[in-house]
């Protein structure tokens, strides 16, 4: 009586958890669809002919049995090379920043208080121009340092907010620990706190993430040679601006879904318990 309990109750679990999972993937074939539909209606509206077998030859190109990233590909590696960079440094200034902002000196927080709302309240596009045509030029700064050092100037800002509300909803006992532990400022922050800030700060602290990639497009106005320059070089040189230009953002759209399946991950294996 059990194993047919057990046997009937078995396919009503697995439905209950593959029903979502159709449903979604249901939901995203229709969507698919409809934008492919209205995507033709345009085009034949435009009476524009779509090309999309030229696209591949501006991703890759095989020379002599030997594969080579063409102009797309390349510029997907340069967007990814800022965006590593500039999260590390986004990190940082990020924790220093809201460290400051918690601290006991007036002088420090008040620089990382006028740092903030100052980054905050200009436009990521204002902040470059100023950066690359008059900090740039007379710190020496060239347009990958200047590219990297605007975007993580920009993230640290929305990322030190985070490290603070993080910060903040530790509590007060854990810090008390660390004291009667014996553990310095530095191992209290590096063994006790700031593994159990990340686990909360997780979610967040991707959306930061993806923002700093998509934002990374922006780059592209200091003649930098990421994905965003080549494919306005490459719909320069062929017109074909919708076949690149939705090229281009599923690119981005890959790697922001990449990001954001690895945090969902590490957030359920942060999120285990252990025995």
Not at 216 to 221: Q, R
Request: charged share 15%; aromatic share 12%; net charge neutral.
């Amino acid at each position: 009586m059990l194993n047919k309990t057990f046997s009937t109750a078995a396919p009503t679990v697995g439905y209950r958890i593959l029903k979502p999972v159709l449903s979604g993937l249901l939901q995203i074939a229709v969507v698919t669809l409809g934008l492919i539909w209205l995507l033709n209606a345009g085009a034949e509206a435009m009476n524009y002919r779509w090309q999309w077998y030229r696209i591949p030859q501006y991703l890759w190109f095989i020379e002599d049995g030997e594969w080579f990233p063409a102009e797309l590909l390349e510029g997907l590696f340069i967007t990814l090379k800022i965006s590593a960079v500039s999260l590390i440094f986004t990190l940082l200034i990020g924790l220093v920043t809201a460290l400051l902002r918690l601290s006991d000196s007036i002088i420090g927080r008040g620089l990382a208080r006028g740092y903030i709302e100052l980054i905050r309240n200009t436009p990521l596009l204002v902040q470059i121009y100023l950066l690359y045509f008059v900090f740039g030029p007379v710190l020496g700064l060239e347009r990958f340092t200047t590219a990297v050092l605007a975007l993580s100037l920009f993230q640290g800002a929305y990322t030190a907010e985070i490290f603070r509300a993080g910060l903040n909803n530790i509590p007060r006992g854990q810090f008390e620990a660390c004291s009667s532990l014996g553990l310095s400022a530095i191992d209290g922050y590096r063994f006790v706190i700031l593994p159990q800030m990340i686990r909360r700060i997780l979610p967040p602290l991707t959306n930061e993430t993806v923002s700093l990639v998509k934002n990374s497009s922006i780059v592209s106005i200091m003649a930098i040679f990421d994905l965003t320059t080549e494919g306005r070089n490459i719909v320069a040189d062929t017109a074909m601006p919708f076949e690149v230009w939705f090229t281009v953002a599923g690119i981005y759209l890959c790697v922001t879904l990449m990001l954001s399946g690895f945090a969902a991950w590490l957030e359920h294996k942060m999120n285990v318990p252990t025995q």
